[in-house]
């Protein structure tokens, strides 16, 4: 594989707080990208990050911090969560979310739900109030709704650019063609968000509309505890975005933290082996964002480019393009 970059950033001893967080990653490139289209979404991550680092600033939780930031991402269209999700081959939206605190090692999660407006909200309710860590289609809307997260009508998902791409690929399929156009970002839209706060408590949340076409109730890994999100104070907090079949085989978010727990490995080398290494030797696409108790951030992915960002205090970077590492 040659579509290899890193983002490791190390620690500093004066970062209170810190949050990471991905929008996707795939086939993100500079001269595809029009202007327009391109500060929409750095708009779109730094508005994430603020919406965090006021939280965390403030001296607020890790959990509220990623519960708001992809709370936010999930109610923008530019991202494959909420609001912006692709459709399955039936027609549908069909969401999944995970969420994990790492004080604890208290764990959520919702799959194939389609009308509950904020499904990290939902896997945040599962992990805090519910003796059970992964609930699924009308069973987990029916808890979420009794939790009191916002119901939305399916239409409220419905977006012109997602519905034309189903459109597209299902015409393909039946000229017997192979469509490229949608086929790697298909497999890699997701949100994520991993933050420490003030008291040195780490959380992590994923979000994702799956991948577009889906068949058969196809459940990818990020409402997977240990392979799509993953929280440990001891170790690190981890969101994965990436062609989630791989991503629940090797288990990606849980291997980081294996490998700092049990080989005292750095979050950057331990993030690095996994992606770089062990998933990409494999044939595994995507990527990471890691953070660890001392503030230590990680950003690896090996796909063209993967919608990034990081705030600690008096930092902030947004990234897109492998070629900006």
């Not at 890193?6 to 490139?29: C, Q």
């Not at 991550?45 to 939280?55: F, H, M, Q, S, V």
């Not at 977006?159 to 189903?166: D, G, S």
């Not at 690929?169 to 949608?182: M, P």
């Amino acid at each position: 594989m040659n579509s290899i970059t890193h983002t490791s950033v190390p620690f500093d001893a004066s970062a209170k707080y810190a949050l990471v967080l991905h929008g996707g990653a795939g086939t993100i490139i500079k001269a595809n990208m029009t202007t327009e289209m391109e500060m929409a979404y750095k708009d779109a991550l730094n508005e994430a990050l603020t919406i965090g680092e006021k939280i965390l600033k403030a001296g607020g939780t890790s959990i509220d911090a990623v519960d708001n930031v992809i709370r936010f991402m999930e109610d923008c269209p530019l991202f494959n969560a909420g609001r912006g999700s692709v459709f399955t081959h039936e027609g549908h939206v069909e969401h999944d979310a995970s969420f994990m605190n790492g004080f604890d090692m208290s764990a959520g999660a919702v799959t194939g739900i389609k009308m509950i407006k904020y499904p990290i909200s939902a896997a945040r309710a599962v992990m805090e109030n519910s003796e059970h860590v992964f609930l699924s289609g009308q069973g987990a809307e029916q808890f979420a709704i009794e939790q009191g997260v916002e119901k939305a009508d399916p239409s409220y998902f419905y977006t012109e650019q997602r519905w034309l791409a189903l459109q597209r690929i299902l015409q393909s399929e039946d000229q017997g063609t192979e469509l490229s156009e949608d086929a790697d970002n298909q497999k890699h839209g997701t949100v994520g968000c991993v933050a420490l706060d003030i008291k040195g408590n780490i959380a992590a949340g994923t979000s994702t509309g799956g991948m577009t076409n889906k068949k058969f109730g196809r459940i990818g890994d990020s409402p997977i505890i240990g392979a799509g999100t993953y929280a440990d104070n001891k170790t690190c907090g981890v969101s994965s975005t990436g062609h989630g079949e791989f991503f629940i085989r090797f288990t990606v978010a849980r291997d980081i933290a294996a490998l700092m727990e049990y080989k005292g490995l750095s979050l950057k080398q331990a993030s690095d082996e996994v992606i770089y290494n062990k998933l990409t030797q494999n044939g595994g696409l995507g990527g990471v964002v890691a953070l660890d108790v001392f503030g230590n951030i990680a950003m690896p992915f090996n796909t063209e480019g993967m919608y990034r960002g990081y705030i600690r205090p008096g930092e902030r970077v947004v990234g897109m393009y492998r070629e900006e590492d």
